[in-house]
């Protein structure tokens, strides 16, 4: 059918708890905006190792390929901890960015008025805070060889990570950098240690490159990473876009989210290619993780969820109308006092995952009418 097709993947601990709130809107959305979506839901992470034995199953990558969008939760929990390397739940998000060739991760760190007392920083230091974090997210040292465990002859083990980069992976995620900051206030920051280390030298001398050949009109700004840290902590309203490599960015965006109050509000979409025919992979998920210290519970912000949905909607489906309502609902929600508990305030009232998710979609059914 000519209908969108998603690709549904819960994954563990909060992950189906919060996705369960998604699945309401994209019910109402289905009612009540004519958007129909083809949904399709699959296994992931710890939840596929029970099922399948292996946590990023072929049929899934497969059903990613063919979906339009990919709606991920978050994998990983103690139950799994004591797997093989090889064999983690967490090979299943970096087995789908990899395959699908998903090398930009977006992101977004905002203050939404209502949690500007609920950041770690002061509320004048946070107050309107909108920063575009995009990480690159199939290289690095993620992914570079050689890696491993390895026992000497003296029986002594080393532990071997390598960051590669190589000028084409740098060149492709800095232009979705430049590009999205000329959609915002038309800055980069481009975060590396050229100081110590050679990939980071490649980093800033490309980055400089695409700039100047293809992007003179924005501006860019090279910084340490470490000191990105600190900006990020002392005056975060300086950044527009930061651009950073896979592991840097990683840090740099939980930094970030806890500026904006919680790792529970922030979204994500990770995007690959615009191919010839048009298409262009893309996966929508949490910045947090499976979060087992409160899974099971009903206690799960499911706005970092419902606002990845929001991207998915945008970034894939160019329904930019959809998108902002979503995003307006969960900010109302806020706006009207409703907390769970990770962004709970003195005199507000504490709520569980389900009671905020029927609050989002009243809010919603308020601005569709
Ligand atoms: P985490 O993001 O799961 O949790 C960190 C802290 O934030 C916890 O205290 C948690 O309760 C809280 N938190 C996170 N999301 C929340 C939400 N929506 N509402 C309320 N509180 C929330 O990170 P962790 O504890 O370091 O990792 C737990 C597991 O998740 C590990 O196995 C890790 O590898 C995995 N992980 C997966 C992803 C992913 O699937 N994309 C991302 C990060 C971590
Ligand atoms: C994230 C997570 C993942 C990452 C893990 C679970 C592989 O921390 O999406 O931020 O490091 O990319
Ligand atoms: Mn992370």
Request: proline share 5%; aromatic share 6%.
């Amino acid at each position: 059918s000519a209908n969108k097709k998603l690709l549904v993947l819960p994954g563990d601990g909060i992950g189906p708890e919060v996705m369960g709130e998604v699945r309401r809107v994209i019910d109402w959305m289905g009612r009540r905006r004519a958007a129909s979506f083809d949904i399709e839901e699959g296994l992931v992470g710890g939840a596929a190792i029970e099922a399948t034995g292996t946590p990023c199953p072929d049929s899934t990558v497969e059903a990613a390929m063919r979906a339009d969008a990919v709606l991920f939760g978050s994998v990983g929990g103690p139950r799994w901890d004591k797997l093989p390397f090889e064999q983690r739940p967490e090979l299943g998000i970096l087995r789908l960015r990899k395959d699908l060739g998903l090398f930009a991760n977006l992101r977004p760190a905002v203050v939404l008025d209502p949690l500007v007392d609920a950041s770690s920083l002061k509320a004048d230091v946070v107050r309107g805070l909108d920063i575009m974090i995009v990480r690159e997210s199939t290289g690095g040292i993620y992914f570079g060889e050689p890696r491993g465990v390895h026992t000497g002859p003296d029986g002594k083990r080393t532990g071997i990570d390598t960051e590669v980069y190589t000028e084409d992976e740098i060149a492709r995620v800095a232009r979705v950098a430049f590009d999205l900051a000329r959609k915002r206030r038309n800055k980069v920051t481009s975060t590396e240690k050229a100081n110590v280390m050679q990939s980071g030298r490649l980093w800033r001398a490309v980055v400089s490159e695409v700039h100047q050949a293809e992007f003179p009109d924005v501006e860019l700004e090279h910084m340490y990473a470490d000191n990105a840290a600190m900006q990020l902590c002392s005056r975060p309203k300086q950044f527009d876009v930061i651009l950073a490599s896979n592991l840097f960015g990683d840090v740099l965006s939980d930094l970030a989210a806890a500026l904006t109050g919680s790792l529970g509000m922030l979204p994500s979409a990770t995007l690959g290619a615009v191919q010839p025919s048009g298409k262009r992979h893309a996966l929508y998920e949490p910045i947090h993780g499976s979060a087992p210290d409160i899974a099971g519970r009903g206690v799960a912000n499911p706005s970092a969820q419902m606002l990845s949905f929001a991207m998915l909607l945008r970034w894939s489906f160019g329904m930019e109308e959809d998108a902002r309502m979503i995003e307006a609902a969960v900010e109302k929600v806020l706006a009207g006092g409703l907390r769970t508990a990770d962004i709970m305030q003195p005199g507000l009232a504490r709520v569980g995952t389900a009671v905020m998710g029927e609050a989002i979609l009243r809010e919603l059914e308020k601005l569709a009418a």
